[in-house]
Structure formats: C-alpha cells, structure tokens
C-alpha cells in the first residue's frame, strides 16, 4: 500500500450538514407559501422532491437552475412561470444558506489530517459557485487546498474520472488519496473503484450491513498510520 498522501472529503452531508439546513428552511418556507403540513411531512417532502430532481441535474439531464424550479413546482403544486419559480424558490435559499454549518467535529478533523502533513481536498457533485460560496460561509475555505465540483469537470463521481481529477489536483496519484463520503455508492464504491482508499461516513448507523469501511463519525477517521 502506497503511502497515503491526502485526503479528499465530499461535501454535503459530510462536512457540512445541509439536509438539517434544508429542513430547518423548508418548514418556515412552505408556511410562507401557503403550504399546509406538519414539519416532520414538510422536510420529508422536500427531501423527496430533491432526491426525484438533484440528480436530474447531476446526469446533465437539466441544468442547475432547472432543478431549482423544478423543485419549487412539485413541492408548492403549482404552474409557475420560471421567473416565479425563481422568485419562489429565493425565499427558501436565502433560509437554507443562513442554515449552512458543519458538523461539530469537522474542524478538529480537518486539523488533524493536515497535522499529520497530508493535503486536504474536496470532491462535491454540486455547482461550483454555490459550493465555493458554502465552503466561505462555513469558514473551511483557508483548511483546503483544492476543491474539485462536479459543474466543472465532463462527469461528476461516482465515475472515475472525477476521482482522478481530484487526485491530480492535489498532485498525489489514486493510490495515495482516502476519500471520505455519506455516499456509498457515490463516494465510497466510487473512489474505490477509481483505486483509490475510501470509508463511509454513516452517522445515522443506516449502512451497518454494507461491506465497505464505515464510520460513525469523522472523529473516528484512522489516521494511524501518519500518527503513530
Ligand atoms: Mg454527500
């Protein structure tokens, strides 16, 4: 096994825990909107909604604000004119924004792993502006080197190529890279399957039968073998 050399983390609900942002908007949102519900049916609507039209965007099939408007119909049922939806669909950014935050032991995580001299990267399957924008807000710009977004490259992960665009960029080849994602198919079969190492980040406990390395949480990342 080659030395390990950096470590590249994704982003949404990894380090930063944007569906509690989602829902924490959503709710006062709908209400805003007329929408009528209990909070627990609100956020798992939203989360539906997301879940039938993100990925739309991540196959290239609409373009980013495609999704947005696209969302802003289903949730509210209603026949909006772009611009409406647009306008709409503000209401709820400017909440979901105020709501961006990481998880608590991101901070001391991210410290350790560059304490141990290895380079710290991001591979998000997210729009660059919004992910740069959040990696500001959140303060975690200044403890990463290189930032890789799927809007910039031909294909976002889980295909090869996007893992090798991240490694490049932080100059270390697959061999030397752990990637660490809320996703397993998308960040841990992904980077795995790109050679790279990978663990799964499952605070929630959902993914105890899966056979890839798992972690309940980023403050059990094994860096031992830089730490010792
Ligand atoms: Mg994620």
Redesign the pocket.
């Known amino acids: 096994m080659r030395r390990l050399r950096a470590v590249i983390f994704?982003?949404?609900?990894?380090l930063v825990d944007?569906r509690s942002a989602a829902h924490a908007a959503v709710i006062p949102w709908a209400v805003e909107q007329g929408v009528v519900g209990d909070a627990g049916g609100l956020a798992a609507r939203w989360d539906a909604v997301a879940d039938h039209h993100y990925p739309r965007y991540q196959l290239r099939q609409i373009s980013f604000q495609g999704q947005r408007r696209a969302r802003v119909r289903e949730f509210l049922g209603r026949d909006l004119s772009d611009a409406e939806a647009d306008v709409a669909f503000e209401g709820y950014l400017a909440r979901y924004e105020a709501g961006w935050a990481t998880f608590p032991e991101v901070g001391e995580t991210l410290a350790r792993v560059r304490a141990c001299g290895l380079r710290v990267g991001i591979l998000?399957?997210g729009d660059a502006t919004q992910q740069r924008r959040k990696l500001d807000r959140v303060g975690l710009s200044p403890s990463v080197e290189a930032m890789v977004a799927s809007s910039e490259l031909p294909v976002g992960k889980p295909d090869a190529r996007a893992f090798h665009a991240a490694a490049h960029r932080l100059d270390v080849v697959q061999g030397e890279a752990l990637m660490v994602?809320?996703?397993v198919d998308?960040?841990v079969r992904g980077a795995l399957a790109a050679g790279m190492h990978a663990v799964l980040v499952d605070r929630s406990g959902q993914h105890a039968g899966v056979d890839v390395p798992r972690i309940r949480s980023l403050a059990d990342l094994d860096l031992a073998a830089c730490e010792q």
């Open positions: 994704d982003l949404d609900d990894t944007q998000t399957n994602g809320d996703s998308t960040d």
